[in-house]
């Protein structure tokens, strides 16, 4: 008797969140036409003139990337100077933006250097194996993956395939990123030793939010 008890509470708690689903969705649905009032068939009428004469749609929006893992890397997005790190005289070697598109799930970066080679990269955070993923590819017509995660404060992204160096052994390499301020951002590359086991910088850059753009929100 009591296991009955207990497996009918535990039906019963399992479908109030489908019955509740199911009647918020019969909720949102329009009364069958014959049960109308004539006001309420002049106000769907008068809608749906207005979505077929001006050729419109009635947009649904997916929910979007709010989840905290997916905005780590939201200190990036803006307009950016890039000069190199510790420079004491002013200078500029390049511009860089990072808008956030699709719903705040994807950061796309646009990178535009005064002298060298401009290029682009995605970036996205994928839960299925809690990684952030950035894809880059520039005007020599290169791709390079990189996939890492956010620790201690720092965007950690180790390049997923490194070439071999003159000697033919493969050193690893990655990219940090770190909000310095809200106006901000270091990125510098590291390079592994294998024979120390030690990362060296291999270079160092400043990002600096252009002036009269705000930073992200």
Known sequence: MIRTITFLALAAALAGPAAAQQQQQQQQQPPAVERMS?????????RLRGF??????????PPGCSAAEKRQFDFWVGEWQVAPSGVQTPMTIGESTISMNAQ?????????????????????????????????????GRRTEYAGSFQDGVMRLDMENPPAGAN????????????VDANTVRQWGETLDPASNTWTVSWDLTYRRRPGTAPAR
């Not at 004539?38 to 008068?46: M, N, S």
């Not at 077929?52 to 929006?61: K, L, W």
């Open 104 to 140: 705040g799930c994807v950061l796309m970066e646009y990178w535009r250097p005064y002298a060298g080679t401009s290029g682009h990269s995605l970036n996205v955070y994928d839960a299925t194996d809690q990684k952030w993923h950035q894809s880059w590819a520039d005007a020599t």
């Open 168 to 179: 033919g052994v493969v050193q690893a390499q990655r990219m940090n990123f770190q909000a």
């Open 52 to 61: 077929v004469n001006n050729g419109a749609v009635q947009p649904v929006r």
């Open 38 to 46: 004539r006001q309420q068939l002049r106000d769907e009428v008068t």
